[in-house]
């Protein structure tokens, strides 16, 4: 298993700010997982991190709305650029266990006014 | 794509009696289906998961099944237990680990 640290627990920030949201494993992952969980839905996958190359995106989501660092290999960052309270939701780190299943941190709550 | 599909969106059961969630999946590649709980105001966790090589799992009172030709796979959870009233999500993934969730059942378990 992986322990993960996110942070900030939770915000609330204003309109037309950025936040960035920290990710902390306590073991070296390839690849680390950003999703966003809005109020009573699913998770909905923004991209994939890998250590020393760019996020992989899925559809709908766009690096300049959402950019991603990995510096290494238990450390990344989620930035939301221009938030709107569209952008209000949790957002979660994830890390596969290498055989597939998926370990979560506790979530960044994010409300935006 | 992949898209996982999730039914029922919420279910309501009797303590002790059984609950069964169904999930379809679109991507014939898909090989690892996961399961996963979500209590409230919690991070989701794996409760079971089956690869695309094994038709049946089980684990004391939860069990999965697979049916690959289909592309359905459940998750039956018999004696419920108030404790295990929360949101339970499918999942699938290929080799690259990249998982797709489905939309989430509701599970009420009534005392």
């Known amino acids: 298993s992986a322990v993960i640290s996110q942070k900030p627990s939770r915000d609330i920030c204003q309109r037309g700010t950025s936040l960035t949201i920290q990710c902390q494993v306590d073991?070296?992952?390839?690849?680390m997982f950003w999703y966003r969980q809005q109020p009573g839905q699913s998770l909905t996958l923004i991209a994939t991190a890998n250590q020393g190359s760019e996020a992989t995106y899925e559809s709908g989501f766009v690096i300049d709305k959402f950019p991603i660092s990995r510096p290494n290999l238990t450390f990344s960052t989620l930035t939301v650029s221009n938030m709107s309270p569209e952008d209000s939701s949790i957002y979660l780190c994830s890390v596969s266990g290498g055989t597939g299943e998926l370990f979560f941190g506790e979530g960044s709550r994010l409300t935006v006014l | 794509g992949e898209n996982v599909e999730q039914h029922p969106s919420t279910l309501s059961v009797q303590e002790g009696d059984s609950a069964v969630i169904k999930c379809t999946y679109s991507?014939?590649?898909?090989?690892?289906f996961p399961w996963y709980k979500q209590e409230l105001g919690k991070r989701p966790q794996l409760i079971i998961d089956i690869r695309s090589n094994v038709g049946e799992k089980k684990d004391q009172r939860i069990a999965v099944t697979l049916n690959k030709t289909a592309k359905h796979f459940s998750l039956h959870i018999t004696e419920t237990q108030p404790e295990d009233s929360a949101v339970y999500f499918c999942?699938?993934?290929?080799?690259?680990?990249?998982?797709?969730f489905g939309a989430g059942t509701r599970l009420f378990v009534k005392a």
């Open positions: 991507d014939s590649a898909s090989n690892y």
């Open positions: 999942a699938a993934s290929k080799g690259d680990f990249k998982t797709i």
């Open positions: 073991s070296q992952v390839t690849m």
